[in-house]
């Protein structure tokens, strides 16, 4: 079953740059993918119009059986329940520590405390950070900090998770622990994972499924495949 699936979408921004055209494809739930390609291809624009930051200029969007593309501005915080994101720049809170950064996403639903409690300390297991709970953010490396930002994103139990340039400020060995903690949540939650990139080692070395974009359109979509250097 589908869980995304773009029509004919084309994104216009007002200054008149074209980010996407015509862009049409499917992802199906449960499902891990990589949405790659050079810089200014497109690839956060999509990721935007996913979670509703920015609206498409044609087309339909379903995210969930949700067409984003019409959803009313007053609307968009439930589609933003239904979703995890994270980040290239991890968006810590820098005065609240592990467990209150995780904790206040919770917070912010209106979550009681004992569930709050159960849930941010199973998504810091997750994400191999229990131990580290009273840690503020400036006490943290930077795979570290990307991680407390993934257990945030995935404290609520979100079908999707979306990941824009996740390891961009990381080295090559922290990069790939955050893409397997990414694979873990995948596995074993069942979360889609939609992950934005243009780390070619990366992809090659995971075998997930591509969507490459070049110049704002689709050249290639591919189950297990690879960033060929041909694009
Ligand atoms: P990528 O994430 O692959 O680097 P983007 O989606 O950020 O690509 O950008 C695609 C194109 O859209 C680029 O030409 C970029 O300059 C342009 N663009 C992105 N955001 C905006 C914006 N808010 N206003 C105008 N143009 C934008």
Redesign the pocket.
Known sequence: MDLIRLKNVSKR???G?T?IYDLNLSIKKGSFAFVI??????????IKMLYREEKPTTGSIIVGGVNVAKLRNKKVYKLRRKLGIVFQDYRLLPKLNVYENVAFAMEVIGAKKDETRRKVLKALELVGLKNKIHNYPDQLSGGEQQRVAIARAIVNEPKLLLCDEPTGNLDPDRSIEIVKVLEEINKTCGTTVIM?THDKEIVNKMKKQVIV?KD?RLVKQQERGTYDEAF
Request: no cysteine.
């Open positions: 921004y007002k200054n740059v980010a390609g050079g810089s200014g291809s497109g690839k956060s624009t999509f934005a974009l704002g």
